[in-house]
């Protein structure tokens, strides 16, 4: 009965915004696998490693995003609650067992040990992520980008969420960081298990009808994200939130008031939900035909939109165009797959080889603390993540440009990025990390709906999965390879174990080769682009036709 009532509410409008708002929250504490140069200096001092040693840890963490294949194909086979329940299983279990060998609770695990777990870690994020975005884009099919761009932001978010809370109330202790990484996800996912439910799917008419409503609740669920972002930044920059205390423990206050504080958009939705019900219950039959009847102009041209949709309806065997449904063996056949695939490749995996080595970058260039660069990094990457949905979903309503044109922009400054930070210049690493950052996000945020477009929601979540297949692989590549053994070379030994190496020169060759991939994953993202125009233009065309048979009802 419980069941049947939850599963009545997600078929509800303010049901599905409750769902994207407990969504938002799992994003919230999703983005623990961009923590890793919060506590590996310890790992490496504590297990005696060397550089090329302790990228292979942060190696085995990503390659558990490879085992995210194993969520995309159960995303079409479980429900929600359960896809939730093994991430925050896998991640208690991951971070749980780092937490006992950095706080000395075990003796030091055998490095083959401290991989499997650093995979299970991981791991766990795939199953979460994999359930929220497949789930909300399923319920928000008319804005992939602004959901996208919003829960992709809120990831961007938790780095520095986690860093901050840690900083004001363990004094950046590693073993409290790692302890909050384990508990604090299995906390949010249990609320998530209740409230996030895929509800059925709505007609065109009612989806369009609710589209400039929900555009209103993007607007303040993403006005709020801002708030949090500037209020991490301002705290960051001053320093106010760190050193434990009054003032950190009110500045946790005001962060935690802040993230629950979307939670107003779906409670003011039931109210008015429920305010209507009332005013329709008292109505007059009179009343209920006129409705009907200002509602037929907009089902006219909403059967408008999608006739031409049926007209370019597949012969059996013919093999579907681009923005229409495919199967994996037919995604995975396509050139523009591959594309997409080699270009997300150039710019996540040059991205997490700055994030992953974050903590040695800042010691070679004589910097004692990288908190500071991590949250940057971070809080960048949520506007970067944000503002691209958002604006990409503009430009295609209005310009009808293509969403991968904004990858190849980001592609560019993200070079730019890399040269500055191999110049070595002062503040070029504060720059270098803001720079990254954002344009990371722009190609997360960026990447999800447009695999959802031009290859459809069917096997969604199994597509998205064989994309992030390019976290590890990128990790491997850049992180692993490139950056631990350019590292190595110039490195020295130290005594008891592992080496270290400080000035420009440690780095310098890593940053120009990483600049070098990004100019090639602009030209592949420039490709796509020229191919995908025809995708888009339908797309426009199908987003302008609904706002012009909304404009018709109103008037």
């Known amino acids: 009965m419980v069941a049947a ?18 969504a938002v929250w799992v994003q919230c504490i999703s983005g623990n696998n961009y923590t890793f140069s919060n506590y ?9 490693l060397t550089q090329l040693q302790l990228n292979g840890l942060s190696v085995a963490k990503d390659v558990g995003k490879a085992f995210g294949l194993l969520a995309g194909l159960a995303s079409d086979r479980v429900p929600t609650w359960l896809l939730l329940a093994i991430g925050s299983l896998e991640g208690l279990l991951g971070y749980g067992a780092q937490w006992m060998v950095v706080s000395r609770t075990v003796a030091p695990l055998p490095y083959w040990q401290m991989c499997v777990f650093l995979c299970l870690g991981g791991n766990s994020t795939t199953w979460m992520n994999t359930a929220v975005l497949v789930t909300c884009i399923r319920n928000f099919r008319r804005s992939r980008g602004p959901v996208s761009g919003l829960l992709k932001g809120y990831v961007g978010l938790s780095t520095a969420i986690f860093t901050d809370i840690c900083s004001a109330l363990f004094a950046d202790d590693p073993a409290s960081f790692l302890l909050m990484l384990a508990v604090v996800p299995a906390a949010v996912c249990a609320l998530a298990m209740v409230f996030l439910r895929e509800g059925p799917a709505r007609g065109a008419a009612g989806a369009t009808a609710d589209e400039a409503e929900d555009g209103r609740c ?26 434990g205390g009054v003032v950190s423990a009110v500045f946790v206050a005001v962060l935690l008031v802040l993230l629950a504080s979307p939670g107003a958009v779906p409670a003011l939705l039931a109210w008015k939900s429920w305010m209507k019900a009332c005013k329709a219950a ?23 939109v999608g006739r031409s949709e049926e007209d370019e309806a597949r012969a059996p065997g013919e093999r579907p165009r681009l923005g229409e449904e495919h199967t994996i063996a037919q995604a995975l056949t396509s050139l523009d797959f591959w594309l997409m695939f080699a270009s997300f490749l150039m710019g996540v995996g040059t991205g997490l080889a700055v994030m992953n080595n974050l903590g040695q970058m800042g010691v070679a260039m004589g910097y004692d603390d990288v908190s ?17 949905g958002t604006i990409s979903e503009h430009f295609i309503k209005t310009r009808a440009i293509p969403r991968p044109l904004w ?22 690493l504060f720059i270098g990390s803001v720079v990254v950052g954002a344009c990371y996000g722009v190609r997360l945020a960026v990447t999800v709906p447009t695999a959802s477009e031009l290859f459809g929601l069917k096997y969604y979540g199994l597509i998205y999965n064989i994309l992030i297949l390019n976290l590890p692989l990128g990790s491997f590549l850049f992180s692993g390879l490139l950056a631990g053994l350019l590292y190595d ?11 270290t190496c400080v000035g420009a020169h440690c ?9 070098v991939a990004c100019v090639v994953g602009f030209g592949l993202d420039v490709l796509l682009c020229l191919r995908t125009k025809r995708v888009y233009s339908k797309i426009h065309e199908s987003k302008k036709a609904s706002s012009s048979a909304v404009a018709q009802r109103v008037s």
Do not use: C, H
């Open 407 to 428: 990858n190849a922009a980001s592609q560019v400054l993200m070079a730019v990025g890399y040269i500055v930070m191999a110049l070595a210049m002062p503040g070029s």
């Open 5 to 22: 009532a939850l599963d009545a509410m997600a078929g509800t409008r303010w049901g599905r915004w409750l769902g994207l708002v407990t």
């Open 507 to 515: 780095y310098r060759l890593v940053f120009l080769i990483m600049a």
């Open 40 to 48: 590996s200096d310890a790992l490496k001092k504590l297990m005696g």
């Open 489 to 499: 070379a110039e490195a020295t030994p130290v005594p008891g174990g592992g080496n």
């Open 372 to 388: 500071l660069f991590v949250s940057m990094t971070s809080i960048w990457g949520f506007f970067g993540r944000i503002a691209s």
């Open 218 to 243: 993007f607007a303040a669920i993403n006005s709020l994200a801002v708030a949090i972002a500037l209020y991490l930044l301002a705290a960051d920059l001053t320093g106010i939130g760190g050193g």
């Open 282 to 304: 008292n109505a007059d039959l009179e009343e209920a035909e006129s409705l009907e009847a200002a509602a037929a102009p907009l089902l006219v041209a909403v059967k408008a």
